[in-house]
């Protein structure tokens, strides 16, 4: 239990710092196609912060890490899978930059693989979403 904590920890911390990471190469090299971040947030409604806290990282992480990576680790490697299914993730997320979800989805499969279950992943998932909303609240 502990070991699973400390991961989850792990986790969250490593998802925020990489988004940082990302974001700021995104607005060096790409800040022509990217929404400032003043313009791109507005406030958020209850019902959509809910969504992406709760909601999102549970269907996303069941969808991504409990049914599509166990698919692709048999029919592949596991590098292959995880990298594979991370680029799913990304671009499901419909967003012009895919470096943030991308690395997010890396240490989200890290966690589901480390702690061999989903749970984890969806903690994580969930804590970063709410880091990243606060802004917006």
């Known amino acids: 239990m502990k070991r699973m904590i400390f991961t989850i920890i792990q986790g969250i911390g490593m998802a925020v710092v990489l988004s940082f990471l990302s974001m700021w190469i995104g607005e060096q090299f790409f800040s022509t196609y990217l929404p400032r971040l003043s313009e791109s947030r507005q406030g958020i409604s209850i019902s959509s912060a809910t969504f992406s806290i709760v909601l999102a990282p549970i269907i996303e992480e069941y969808l ?25 993730f990304s671009a499901l997320h419909g967003q012009v930059f895919l470096l943030p979800y991308f690395l997010n989805s890396l240490v989200y499969s890290w966690v589901s693989l480390k702690t061999k279950n989903a749970y984890g992943s969806m903690i994580v998932h969930s804590a970063y979403n709410f880091i990243a909303l606060i802004p917006g609240l």
């Open 64 to 88: 991504i890490r409990v049914k599509l990576l166990p698919f692709l680790i048999r029919r592949t490697n596991l590098p292959a899978a995880v990298l594979f299914s991370s680029f799913i």
